[in-house]
């Protein structure tokens, strides 16, 4: 992206003074005008040509060109390239301009923005682009921030404002920011004119979440934080007006940061036909020197006894000479073996694909209005190769949607509802749910079963009022009241807005707030709390604190965090009520509920005075003032009394445990990679069928030393090895590592297996010296769960797969910390779901829910994969025969470089005459219909193992093309021969040669691609009988008498087309070329379908056989488990709001059925392919073929 601003040198600390210009621009800091646009009018044309023939193809036929306009060695006219290549370039370069265009457009839309700066005490409307850094900017309701700014004072009691950071991270949720109390009454502008304080803080970045400065004013200094900044592309909302500071400006701001170029990502394919590519060019300079050999030869031994007739050029003064330049010009004519149409008719197939994905209905989720998008359309086809899928857990296979479901209140479990045997009751046997009518403010929405947890909240129970007292009050809820009694609540995460909605229920409500108090309604009387403090979440701490003092003075901390953090910072008296407690932890677990741990502690107010001092103390730190106040924090929580706990439920998606299953049976590995804690996450597995009591076993890795955490995985191979030789099943198994090819017994033991891991165990995993043992032992297990990862370990995961195994990885995610994940596979797929669109705009493909996962892959990805190899093949086959013709010539005509056809027909061939065919194969062809893909997953695996298109069909393609030029060439050189027209002269001259084999080969490769098309569409026959009807327009156009008349010197041979296709012997010549070159073809194909099919053979039988018959479905019984799993989350909501609460004065108020899939007997080809392709497989410790040892 280019700037307005010249290059810097990097920043250490950025110094902004207020009103200060002069002082400001010595530091030369980047001004406010941005550019993303690449080019102007005067530059558009070197810079795009200069960028397009960065391409290796387009600088390749650049190179053709300038050959072909050298008389010396050109035998066909410089148009033959010429149009091809003009054409792409010029599409290209609409393109390019059309996008640089709307470019501009919005940049200046955006520089030109007005904006009101205070210049000389004065407010006056500038454009955004004459913005600078020290300025201070009115802002006013429902305007764009113009740059980063501190907030230094609003309309709104205490330097308060709200805004929209939809821009910034797709969250439409309003947010609050906050001026400090020394600038919050700077609102008059005479006051502001004469502000003359000065920030020092971080150098410009890309972190959204973080700021750390410090202001210098009136001999004393302010710490500053994110919450007191407002960012570029933020919208002001609900507040009268605003005034802030410019810290930085246009391409330093924090949203101009985070606009760099997404890594460019390639298919398999693309590599492979790049090497193709070199591979053909290498055949082409073969071609090249043996016919240059040849015509050297012939003109030392024969063309020297014709120099009277066939005289040298003037330059030729040799026979190595001429046949020097004989190559060059051989290497022109037989070019055409990769045409520079390959490349266009690539991505118009490319992005049909794309656009078909976009038109699914199936994949549009009618609750959402939300379609599936392509936001790239370079990597359709490899949607039906992938063999390793990442998804997040929260909010992608989960509906991140949270429930209040049970709670522990003193030792007593709360939720579950039970008969009159005392059996529990299921949901659908249960009575109606709690009666909530003696509470006005309830929330209607809200339903609970268990109607004890209310009677001993009425009932007065000091400990249930406590437990929801914590739970009303400790939380960075805002709560809006539209009308009496109408509350609203605007939580960060749903799930801190499950909790304050069920001590809202339950009569304990939370009803306002003020930056020092929040007002809660306990069973229907008002009560306000003095807030002292806010101890804010982070992900390190995983819990959240608040310090309130009651009206009777009484100071108190309420705390709820994760059970693994909190139960160690519990007073030693509450041992009992812990162990009861962790019991209820366990069974809650067991039901894959998120728990979290409830508890309190009294401080006097002495020791309170003394910590606040210190916190005070910690807050103002320059250096590691996070550290600081994590010390702080500590301290503070500990030796606290527990109260309970809560289980909330986050309910799975739709249609996640079928498509996981139709995935499985895919053969495609499916890792779960989660923030969440590991007792959560397997729960959660367990639902979504990714884990399964009928597995020989779970591996749980949960080491904290790198020694621990080799020794699991040892023990965990070990295991899987004894299982495999219990069953004498000692075979090897593929492991395909590119670093090595060596053998892995592991990937073909007996059982199923799965793995979990944690966080802290994972760190040391990824080390360099135990990654691939942890690798191995991962890929030898049907599922592989990683619990608390962090965004950093979800891309290291993948990376590490895409490192050593030669298989296309997809990682599926939904919120911000999935991106570096996204990013790193080679597919990165984003859900819109509750985080945001962050994920989204990082992606490649995205869509509302995890099951349309299988529709991508199975349908739109295999249809992709099949359709590219198709096209490759036919395209490479129909070139190879109609260059190669080229070759055999030449052994008949002195090694001249003649050619066969006339230079229209090569001009033609492949922009008209053949490109429409195969371009509409490549856009509609299938093999089974939608529903058998979804049906027959087996039907996935040949793109896994890259059957349909690789170095062997690659050259079975090139063999038949020269099988095929060989035929059209030597049968009518044979027949002509001895041919004889009707009239009894002689058929054979060269013209009539040249439109024999020409027709022979548009009518064999018409018909050979009526073969290889799968299924037929009026799209398809129009092409091809198009195609057909248009070469022998143009034939009989290029020979007619009026193209002479007006071109004499271009189409001189008038009538030839005509006179020789009048001849019964050419078309008999015709036919049986035609016949000769398919036959075989057919032959082939008839015995392959009889002896050996392919399962989408089958599926195309079976469909035929029963097509009448009505498909059997039963359902498959749903196992259940026991077992006691612990489990937690703590937050997920974003750190720092409790601090911005905290540092104001006032808040406004204003399936379960699974399909059971036949895997029928002739699938098993591909597994008796996959054990002949594991001829040397791979293992960790180096390149010999060993077993593991333990």
């Not at 920030?199 to 973080?210: A, G």
């Not at 621990?708 to 099943?729: F, I, P, T």
């Amino acid at each position: 992206m280019a700037l307005c601003a010249k290059k810097r040198p990097p920043e250490e600390e950025r110094r902004a003074r207020a009103n200060d210009r002069e002082y400001n621009e010595k530091f030369q800091y980047a001004s406010n005008c941005i550019k993303t646009s690449k080019y102007n009018i005067l530059t558009f044309l070197p810079v795009n040509l200069f960028e397009q023939f960065q391409e290796v193809a387009n600088t390749y036929f650049l190179f053709l060109l300038i050959l072909q306009l050298i008389p010396q060695i050109s035998s066909l006219s410089w148009f033959t390239t010429i149009v091809p290549l003009v054409l792409v370039l010029t599409i290209t370069a609409v393109k390019d301009a059309t996008d640089d265009y709307f470019r501009h457009k919005s940049d200046n839309q955006v520089n030109n923005r007005q904006s009101q700066v205070l210049i000389n005490g004065i407010l006056q409307q500038e454009q955004w682009m004459n913005v600078c850094v020290g300025d201070i900017i009115k802002l006013e309701n429902n305007q764009f921030v113009a740059a980063d700014l501190l907030l230094l004072s609003s309309s709104e009691p205490h330097g308060l404002c709200y805004i929209e950071t939809a821009e910034l991270d797709g969250e439409t949720n309003m947010k609050v920011r906050q001026a400090i109390p020394i600038t919050s009454e700077l609102g008059d502008i005479s006051k502001l004119a004469k502000f003359d304080g000065e920030v020092i803080c971080e150098p410009p970045n890309n972190k959204l979440d973080k700021f750390s400065g410090t202001l210098y004013w009136k001999e004393n200094k302010f710490p500053l934080s994110n919450q007191n900044m407002l960012l570029r592309g933020c919208v002001l909302r609900n507040t009268e007006w605003c005034f802030g500071l410019v810290i930085f400006a246009g391409p330093d701001t924090k949203l101009m940061q985070n606009s760099g170029r997404t890594k460019f990502k390639r298919t398999s394919i693309d590599r492979l036909m790049n090497t193709l590519v070199l591979w053909i060019f290498g055949f082409l300079v073969c071609m090249g020197v043996i016919l240059a050999i040849g015509n050297a030869i012939w003109e030392h031994e024969v063309g020297t006894r014709f120099q009277v007739y066939l005289p040298w050029d003037e330059a030729v003064d040799s026979a190595f000479f001429s046949g020097f330049l004989s190559f060059w010009s051989y290497i022109i004519i037989l070019n055409t073996v990769v045409p520079i149409s390959l490349y266009v008719s690539v991505e118009v197939i490319r992005l049909g694909h794309s656009y078909f994905i976009n038109w699914d209905k199936k994949m549009f989720c009618m609750k959402k209005r939300t379609p599936a998008e392509a936001r790239t359309t370079t990597l359709n086809e490899e949607l039906g190769q992938v063999e390793y899928i990442f998804s997040d857990k929260t909010g992608t296979l989960t509906q991140n949607i949270m429930v209040f479901n049970k709670c522990s209140i003193n030792g007593r479990s709360y939720g579950d509802v039970f008969d009159v045997l005392g059996h529990k009751a299921e949901l659908g046997e249960r009575p109606e749910p709690v009666d909530f009518s003696f509470n006005p403010l309830a929330d209607k929405k809200f339903l609970f079963w268990d109607p004890t947890l209310l009677e001993a909240v009425k009932m007065g129970d000091p400990h249930t009022h406590e437990f929801f007292r914590l739970l009303s009050l400790c939380h960075t809820v805002m709560s809006e009241e539209k009308n009496e009694g109408e509350l609203y609540y605007k939580a960060q995460s749903p799930d801190e807005g499950a909790l304050v909605t069920a001590a809202r229920n339950f009569g304990f409500v939370f009803r306002s707030r003020t930056p020092k108090t929040i007002t809660v309604h306990e069973m229907g009387t008002a009560i306000t709390y003095q807030l002292l403090a806010i101890l804010d979440f982070n992900n390190i701490r995983k819990r959240m604190s608040v310090i309130v003092r009651n009206p009777e003075g009484k100071i108190r901390l309420y705390c709820k965090g994760a059970d693994t953090i909190l139960l160690d910072r519990l007073h030693h008296s509450t041992q009992e009520l812990l162990n009861t407690t962790t019991d209820h932890l366990n069974e809650y677990a067991g039901e894959g509920l998120r728990t979290l741990v409830l508890a309190y502690k009294d401080l006097d107010e002495e020791y309170y005075e003394e910590w606040a001092g210190r916190r005070l103390q910690a807050s103002l730190a320059q250096d590691s003032r996070e550290d600081r106040l994590a010390s702080v924090y500590e301290e503070v929580e500990s030796d606290m009394m527990l109260l309970g706990a809560t289980a909330i439920e986050d309910k799975l998606q739709q249609g996640v445990p079928e498509t996981i299953a139709l995935l499985t049976l895919a053969n495609i590995k499916i890792w779960v990679l989660t923030g969440d804690k590991q007792e959560t996450a397997v729960n959660i597995g367990y639902s979504c069928k990714m884990l399964t009591d009928d597995m020989t076993e779970v591996f749980i890795v949960t080491g904290h030393t790198v020694l621990e955490v080799r020794e699991e995985l040892r023990k965990a191979r070990e295991k899987m090895m004894d299982s495999s030789r219990a069953v004498g099943n000692g075979f090897t198994y593929q492991e395909k590592l590119s670093s090595s090819r060596l053998t892995s017994v592991l990937e073909a033991v007996a059982g199923e297996y799965a793995l979990v891991i944690n966080g802290h165990s994972l760190a040391h995993a990824l080390e360099a010296d135990m990654e691939l043992e942890f690798l191995e032992t991962a890929c030898a297990c049907k599922a592989v769960i990683c619990c608390r990862v962090t965004p950093l370990q979800k891309a290291q995961v993948v990376e590490l797969v895409k490192k050593y195994k030669k298989a296309v990885t997809l990682a599926i995610g939904d919120g911000a910390n999935d991106v570096s994940m996204i990013k790193t596979a080679h597919i990165g797929v984003g859900i819109s779901g509750q985080e945001g669109i962050q994920a989204v705009l990082a992606s490649d493909y995205s869509f509302s829910q995890f099951k349309f996962l299988q529709r991508l892959l199975l349908v739109h990805g295999r249809w992709s994969y099949l359709r590219m190899c198709k096209f490759l093949c036919y395209f490479f086959y129909k070139n190879f025969a109609f260059t190669m013709v080229h070759f055999w010539f030449g052994f008949f005509c002195g090694f001249s470089a003649q050619t066969v056809y006339d230079q229209y027909f090569i001009t033609l061939y492949n922009i008209v005459y053949t490109s429409l065919p195969v371009l509409a194969m490549g856009v509609f062809d299938q093999d089974v219909p939608e529903q058998r893909s979804m049906e027959y997953p087996k039907l996935y695996e040949p793109g896994q193992l890259n059957l349909l298109f690789n170095k062997r069909e690659f050259f079975i393609c090139i063999a038949q093309g020269i099988y095929t030029s060989v035929l059209m060439f030597f049968i009518p050189y044979g027949v002509f021969a001895e041919a004889t027209r009707d009239d009894g002269t002689q058929l054979a001259d060269y013209q009539s040669f040249a439109v024999t084999v020409a027709t022979s080969l548009v009518i064999v490769v018409s018909v050979q691609i009526g073969l290889d098309t799968g299924y037929w569409t009026a799209i398809n026959h129009f092409f091809i009988w198009g195609s057909l009807a248009v070469y022998f327009a143009i034939l009989f156009a290029m020979h007619s008498n009026g193209l002479f008349d007006m071109f004499p010197n271009q189409f001189r041979f008038v009538g030839n087309a005509q006179n020789t296709l009048a001849q019964p012997t050419v078309w008999l010549t015709i036919v049986l070329t035609t016949v000769v070159c398919i036959m075989p073809v057919v032959a082939f194909r008839f015995l392959r379908l009889n002896l050996k099919p392919d399962l989408s053979d089958t599926v195309r039988y079976t469909q035929l056989v029963r097509k009448k018959q009505k498909a059997q479905h039963r359902c498959m019984r749903r196992v259940g488990r026991t077992g006691s799993r612990r489990s937690g989350y703590a937050f997920s909501h974003q750190e720092g709001f409790g601090e911005l609460i905290m540092s104001g004065k006032n808040m406004r108020l204003s399936s379960l059925a699974l399909s059971t899939f036949t895997t029928r007997s002739s699938s098993s080809w591909i597994e008796s392919l996959r054990r002949k392709k594991s001829d040397s497989a791979s293992s960790p410790s180096g390149g010999a073929e060993k077993p593991l040892k333990g």
